[in-house]
Nanobody, 127 residues
Framework: QVQLVESGGGLVQPGGSLRLSCATS????????MGWFRQAPGKEHEFVAA????????NYADSVKGRFIISRDNVKNTVYLQMNSLKPEDTAVYYC????????????????????WGQGTQVTVSS
């Protein structure tokens, strides 16, 4: 049984930082591409970042490039999202997801490419 469990969300002031974690089980984790998406109230799911298998090629949305860092620990089967210089517009529920069928070098950014999803963790950026 595949499980993805996010943690690390919370309330933070603008300019602050948070580190999200996504612990997984039931995956061939080191062979899977992992991604983070977010959904703000009243909006569609938005791609945030993804990291490929092997050498871990990364892909970021323009809105978070230079502020967020995605990483993975293939021993702990966990993917992380370090979020710095947070802005109110980063407020959303953040979801991690696993792409089991990726065959391109650059991790995919489309929601439909991902096969398994976590339940999400709320991030609120507000003063």
């Amino acid at each position: 049984q595949v499980q993805l469990v996010e943690s690390g969300g919370g309330l933070v002031q603008p300019g602050g930082s948070l580190r999200l974690s996504c612990a997984t089980s039931g995956l061939a984790f080191s062979r899977d591409t992992m991604g983070w998406f977010r959904q703000a109230p009243g909006k569609e799911h938005e791609f945030v970042a993804a990291i490929g298998r092997g050498f871990g090629v990364t892909n970021y949305a323009d809105s978070v490039k230079g502020r967020f860092i995605i990483s993975r620990d293939n021993v702990k089967n966990t993917v992380y999202l370090q979020m710095n210089s947070l802005k109110p517009e980063d407020t959303a529920v953040y979801y991690c997801a696993a792409d089991l069928r990726a065959d391109a070098i650059t991790p995919r950014s489309v929601r439909s490419a991902y096969d398994y999803w976590g339940q999400g963790t709320q991030v609120t950026v507000s003063s």
